[in-house]
């Protein structure tokens, strides 16, 4: 073992290795920065950690390269011969000044992106100076397995949907709760995300920088639906964003009885065929109820609701035909009859226990007098 550590030039291997660590960093280097890693970007916030994740690259891939070389050249020259199983390696004393710099430089290198790391998130996390127009505040709330959205209203009243809508250019606060277990609030295209923790409420802020439509996601698992945990955020002009939430606003406060109750008919609560059932039971379809009745909307596409589809089937295509026993029996107990194409064990089987008998009935009402064909 001493011949062969002493066989071949320490000196010429100590610049081979050099030289193939350094060709092999830079290509490393050029290449981690080429992949395209993420999704567009689409906030303030993204370009900063953008960079942060570039520098973590150009840090971390000559440590990776230098340890690599090392082990593959220390196996090569020190690998175990045919007849030397039973021998001991060479007492080694060991080198002082290495040790002090193997063990201060990672050091060093650590404070140092560890303190960059903590700047870039206090920059991000800070509400804009000087803005345009003030920070606007959106409630978050999840759920097994979907997303609901809360606003402030241009009457001052709460604006609930289930797609979160933004205008480009504004700084916008979310306030982010679970009405279950622990999720995670997540937007790839603004790079922000956060827990939504039980009893806990969790924020972020971003200003969004782009047009367009982006997934909103579930980066924590959190039961069977996990996967479909999924919705949209578009982000619009503000001229376009204000007219929607007035809109909405005018919609989510409209008096919740219909033209049959103006005119002294059936309240929400008396037959199920009457338009006050299907306001009410609309209401309930859009928002859930104060009980701990999940917002059908979040998951299934009804047009008279404006929803879109989710893990649930499209309701439009799956409820006509079928009578109000039939839908009330799918409402509470879910699992009698699966939809193709969609999975089994996401849908509450408590609605039976969360909505009182009115207020399922007006949900069958509503549900079977709005897709009928």
Known sequence: MEQRRGGRN?????????????????AGIALGIAIDWFPEDASTQAGPIDTLWDVLVVCSVPIFVGVVIVVVYAARLFKQLPGEEELDGP????????EVVWTALPAILLVALCTYAFVVLQDIEEAPAQAAAPEMVVDVYGEQFAWTFKYAGTDGKEVNTTQLYLPKDRS?????????VIHDFW????????????????????TPTKIGRFPVVCAELCGLGHAYMRQTVTVMEPAAFDSWLQEESVESNAPAGGGDEAAGGATGQEGAGSGSASADGKTIFLEGNDNG????????????????EGIGPNLDRVLPGQTAEQVGTSIVDPEAKISEGKPAGVMPGNYGEVLSPAELEAVTAYLVDSTKK
């Not at 916008?172 to 279950?180: I, L, N, P, T, W």
């Not at 999940?294 to 879109?308: R, V």
């Open 91 to 98: 007492p080694i004393h060991g080198n002082t000044k290495v």
């Open 172 to 180: 916008v606060k979310f306030d982010v709760h679970s009405k279950d």
């Open 187 to 206: 937007v790839p295209a603004f790079r922000m995300k956060v827990d939504a923790v039980p009893g806990v409420t969790t924020n972020y802020r971003v």
């Open 293 to 308: 009745a999940t917002s059908c909307a979040a998951c299934h596409a009804l047009a008279d609701a404006g929803s879109q």
């Open 10 to 26: 320490s000196r010429r291997m100590v610049i081979e290795m050099f030289v193939l660590g350094t060709i092999a960093s830079l």
